[in-house]
C-alpha cells in the first residue's frame, strides 16, 4: 500500500506540474481563439492545484502509515487518488473539451463534486484516525 501510494503521488505530482505548466503558457495563449474562456483556464488551474495538493498529501500518508491506524489511513489515501482522477480529471475535461475537438463533455459536470467529496472524506479519515491515535 505505502509503494503504490508513493508510486501515485509522484506521477500524479509529475502530471500536476505539467498541467499547470500548460495552463500557464499553452492554455493561456488560446484565450484569443475563443476555444478556451478566463473561466475554463482558472478552473484548470485549480484543477492542477488540487492534484499538487493532494499528491504531496498522497506522499505524507504514505510516510506516516505505520504511526497510525493503518485501515484508517489507506482508506484515506484511496479516497485522495479517486478525488483526484475524479475531481481534476473532470475539469481538465471540461475545460478543455472545445479545444481538443470534443463535443458535449457536460455529463462529466457531475462528476467533479463527487471527486470533490472522495477528497474532503479523505481530509475526515486523517482527523478520524489522529483521534483514535492512542
Same mark, same amino acid.
Given at each position: 500500500?505505502?509503494?503504490?501510494?508513493?508510486?501515485?503521488?509522484?506521477?500524479?505530482?509529475?502530471?500536476?506540474?505539467?498541467?499547470?505548466? !500548460? =495552463?500557464?503558457?499553452? &492554455?493561456? +495563449?488560446?484565450?484569443?481563439?475563443? $476555444?478556451? #474562456?478566463?473561466?475554463?483556464?482558472?478552473?484548470?488551474?485549480?484543477?492542477?492545484?488540487?492534484?499538487?495538493?493532494?499528491?504531496?498529501?498522497?506522499?505524507?500518508?504514505?510516510?506516516?502509515?505505520?504511526?497510525?491506524?493503518?485501515?484508517?489511513?489507506?482508506?484515506?489515501?484511496?479516497?485522495? !487518488? =479517486?478525488?483526484?482522477? &475524479?475531481? +481534476?480529471?473532470?475539469?481538465?475535461? $471540461?475545460? #478543455?473539451?472545445?479545444?481538443?475537438?470534443?463535443?458535449?463533455?457536460?455529463?462529466?459536470?457531475?462528476?467533479?463534486?463527487?471527486?470533490?467529496?472522495?477528497?474532503?472524506?479523505?481530509?475526515?479519515?486523517?482527523?478520524?484516525?489522529?483521534?483514535?491515535?492512542?
Amino acid at each position: 500500500m505505502k509503494k503504490r501510494f508513493l508510486v501515485f503521488s509522484g506521477f500524479s505530482g509529475a502530471i500536476g506540474v505539467a498541467l499547470g505548466a !500548460m =495552463a500557464a503558457h499553452f &492554455l493561456k +495563449s488560446k484565450l484569443e481563439t475563443g $476555444l478556451i #474562456t478566463e473561466d475554463n483556464l482558472q478552473a484548470f488551474e485549480t484543477a492542477a492545484k488540487y492534484q499538487l495538493f493532494h499528491s504531496i498529501a498522497l506522499l505524507v500518508l504514505a510516510a506516516f502509515i505505520d504511526h497510525f491506524n493503518e485501515k484508517l489511513i489507506a482508506k484515506a489515501g484511496y479516497c485522495f !487518488m =479517486a478525488g483526484i482522477v &475524479l475531481f +481534476s480529471g473532470s475539469l481538465y475535461l $471540461l475545460t #478543455t473539451a472545445k479545444l481538443m475537438g470534443l463535443s458535449d463533455m457536460r455529463w462529466l459536470g457531475p462528476i467533479t463534486p463527487i471527486g470533490g467529496l472522495f477528497l474532503i472524506t479523505g481530509w475526515l479519515l486523517i482527523a478520524y484516525a489522529g483521534l483514535k491515535k492512542k
